[in-house]
């Protein structure tokens, strides 16, 4: 049976979610002792230091890790596509301002 503070359990491991890790985390840096923390939630000293090592490699969106550089890329790529979509932004306003100087009707969807 699980409950708002368990993770679930399955046979003699537990399964901690991304937001209960992150959560017993926050606990540790918002100055509780470790040993405390790790009393109140049942879980080992080195199991923080390993999801804090996790923490720092960064958290996808699903809860699983992935390594901060292949985020960084990520990040890359966005700042890419949103450069992208500036410029494309810009061409409609211009294209926009020319079919209203000329008096010509837009084409639906614009």
């Known amino acids: 049976m699980e409950t708002a503070e368990m993770p679930v359990q399955r046979g003699r491991r537990r399964l901690w979610n991304a937001e209960k890790k992150l959560a017993v985390l926050q606990e ?3 100055g509780t002792p470790l040993e405390e923390v790790c009393r109140k ?3 080992h000293a080195v199991q923080m230091y390993k999801w804090r090592r996790q923490l720092e490699k960064g958290l996808a969106d699903r809860g699983e890790m992935i390594p901060k550089s292949e985020l960084t890329g990520l990040q890359k790529k966005v700042e890419e596509l ?3 979509l500036g ?7 211009i294209l926009k301002k020319v079919f209203e100087m000329k008096g010509l009707k837009l084409p639906d969807g614009m």
């Open 28 to 30: 540790w840096r918002n």
């Open 41 to 43: 939630h049942g879980i």
């Open 82 to 84: 949103e450069r992208a």
């Open 87 to 93: 410029r494309k932004a810009l061409e409609v306003d």
